[in-house]
């Protein structure tokens, strides 16, 4: 069954830092483009960043662009977000999700998600 | 940037009505277009993709249809578990990334 846990959220200063994981089963990790999307309380789903199969390449939002960076550890099936310079607005849930096709870049769409990490940017 | 304006911004209906949810896109995405489904204190679901396709376990009183720049979700006869959220995303190979709209809350009438 493929499953998808995300980890590391929490309450935290504005200008500070967090790093989200995911950690991944049920599914040959390695073979999958995967996505970070969050959604603030009372507003929409905002797309944030995609790491291709291989980890090769990466894609941001502008709105998160040079302050978070998305990775994969393949040897531990574990999905990251780092996340740095942290707003107020940044405060959401935040989901990991897998890319429903094999083996590409940017991806497709996503057909896999975790129950999400809630992150609150306050002082 | 390509902007996707969802409508209407709430629709309520009755169990057993058909329901029509639209997403226009500011200009073009072929059949690049999604559909998902957000249920209070869950996930999203992929409901359609490829403007049309139904993923795994979707019921088939849930149809896409659309290309270009206007799209549509249709719900044949509406059942409890359909009262959600529902967001439409467009993924783009130009600006890469994805775009949600902005969603329409179907609720119960």
């Known amino acids: 069954q493929m499953q998808l846990v995300e980890s590391g959220g929490g309450v935290v200063l504005p200008g500070r830092s967090l790093r989200l994981s995911c950690a991944a089963s049920?599914?040959?990790?390695?073979?999958?483009?995967m996505h970070w999307v969050r959604q603030a309380p009372g507003k929409g789903l905002e797309w944030l960043a995609t790491?291709?199969?291989?980890?090769?390449?990466?894609y941001y939002a502008d709105s998160v662009k040079g302050r978070f960076t998305i990775s994969r550890d393949i040897s531990n099936n574990t999905l990251y977000l780092q996340m740095n310079s942290l707003r107020p607005q940044d405060t959401a849930m935040y989901y990991c999700?897998?890319?429903?096709?094999?083996?590409?870049?940017?991806?497709?769409?996503?057909?896999?998600w975790g129950q999400g990490t809630p992150v609150t940017v306050s002082s | 940037e390509i902007v996707l304006t969802q409508s209407p911004a709430t629709l309520s209906l009755s169990p057993g009505e058909r329901a029509t949810l639209s997403c226009r896109a500011s200009q073009s995405v072929g059949s690049q277009l999604a559909w998902y489904q957000v249920r209070p204190g869950q996930p999203p679901r992929l409901f359609i993709y490829d403007a049309y396709k139904r993923a795994t376990g979707i019921p088939g009183r849930f149809s896409g249809s659309g290309s270009g720049t206007d799209f549509t979700l249709t719900i044949a006869s509406l059942e409890a578990e359909d009262f959600a959220v529902y967001y439409c995303q467009h993924r783009s190979n130009w600006s890469p990334g994805y775009t949600f709209g902005q969603g329409t809350k179907l609720e119960i009438k």
């Open positions: 790491v291709s199969y291989d980890g090769a390449t990466t």
């Open positions: 999700a897998r890319d429903m096709e094999k083996w590409l870049q940017l991806g497709e769409w996503f057909d896999t």
């Open positions: 049920g599914f040959t990790f390695s073979s999958y483009a």
